[in-house]
């Protein structure tokens, strides 16, 4: 048994079975990929996947056994390397993070500024993805820090801290009916063809939700991945935005009229994730305290050594 037989054996499971896109994300021939698998099962004793002729449909029962622990395995091997790296150089190496675009256009500017002034030699990788794939990017081992709205809390494999709570206004032209309107309610932005985020983006499911609450169906006309582009088309006149409210900015949104009536629309709360069981630097510890000072080293190297139930 080696470790390139057990990245196979993992490769395998997340490219659904495909030798081909193993062998190509492996970097190595397909026969020798099948080779491996091969060598492995006969070392064991056991057939580790289901095979409808010359194809791999499954896991058989030892094989969904082996995975959990290959997958372990191959992350212990990372966490040495890790560690070692950590007591070598201390203030050098790679910080990846991985978050959506609102988070990494709003919230992060500053922080990411101040880690960079206390962390010159440190490499950081800022990756925009859905909040779905920032899930499976952290539980890839592929991200060392995951942070959104959406999906984090969700995942057992993942430790996850309150960043900070924010909430949603509305974004109108300027001289719109609706811009003198200091009490605006839902019932009245019911009336009016909205522009917002995406459905699983930046707190989408809350609006939906307020509106459902409230017994109305909006009339979502356009929906978007960022603020930006919601602003756009609220300034062509297309509707009406509804955007994280520190999306807005007076001096670059000259042209838009914020209206943030309080309670119009519930509050959410952003998160910071990590894997649990995932060695990180000094240096992570760092950037996470940056963000939530109730996050400290302590706090998340206890949150994620401890197993969640699925």
Same mark, same amino acid.
């Given at each position: =048994?080696?470790?390139?037989?057990? %990245? ?6 997340? +490219? ?34 289901? %095979?409808?002729?010359? +194809? ?26 890790? @560690? ?47 909040? $779905?794939? !920032?899930?499976?990017?952290?539980? +890839?081992?592929?991200?060392?820090? $995951?942070?959104?709205?959406?999906? #984090? ?18 974004? @109108? ?20 063809? #909205?522009?917002?985020?995406?459905? $699983?983006?930046? $707190?989408?499911?809350? !609006? ?37 409210? =520190? ?22 709360v952003t998160r910071i994730a990590v894997r649990r069981g ?7 510890? +760092?950037? !996470? ?22």
């Amino acid at each position: =048994m080696n470790f390139q037989q057990l %990245r196979i054996i993992r490769e395998t499971v997340r +490219r659904d079975f495909n030798f081909t896109e193993v062998a190509n994300a492996l970097f190595t021939s397909q026969s020798g990929v099948s080779k491996h698998v091969k060598d492995l099962e006969e070392e064991l004793g056991v057939e580790l996947f289901i %095979r409808k002729g010359k +194809r791999l449909v499954g896991l058989t029962e030892p094989g969904q056994e082996l995975v959990g622990i290959v997958e372990r395995m191959l992350m212990d091997a990372a966490n040495i390397r890790r @560690v070692a790296a950590q007591f070598a150089n201390r203030d050098e190496g790679e910080l990846t993070i991985v978050t959506t675009h609102t988070q990494a256009r709003y919230a992060l500017p500053e922080i990411v500024a101040r880690f960079k002034q206390d962390f010159p030699r440190v490499h950081l990788a800022l990756h925009q993805e859905s909040p $779905g794939e !920032i899930v499976e990017r952290l539980r +890839r081992g592929e991200a060392d820090i $995951g942070i959104a709205t959406e999906a #984090l809390d969700a995942e057992p494999t993942l430790a996850t801290f309150p960043f900070y709570s924010w909430h949603h206004a509305v974004v @109108v032209p300027e001289g719109h009916p609706l811009a003198s309107r200091a009490e605006l309610t839902l019932q009245e932005l019911a009336q009016h063809p #909205l522009i917002t985020y995406h459905e $699983g983006y930046t $707190g989408r499911a809350s !609006i939906d939700r307020a509106f459902a609450e409230a017994s109305l169906q909006p009339d979502i006309v356009m929906s978007a991945l960022d603020a930006d582009v919601i602003k756009t088309y609220v300034e062509l006149g297309l509707g009406v935005g509804i955007v994280a409210a =520190m999306a807005y900015h007076p001096r670059k949104d000259a042209g838009l009229v914020l209206l943030d009536p309080p309670g119009l629309f519930p509050p959410n709360v952003t998160r910071i994730a990590v894997r649990r069981g995932h060695y990180l630097r000094g240096f992570a510890y +760092r950037f !996470i305290e940056l963000c939530s000072k109730e996050a400290d080293e302590a706090t998340v190297k206890a949150a994620a050594s401890t197993l969640r139930d699925e």
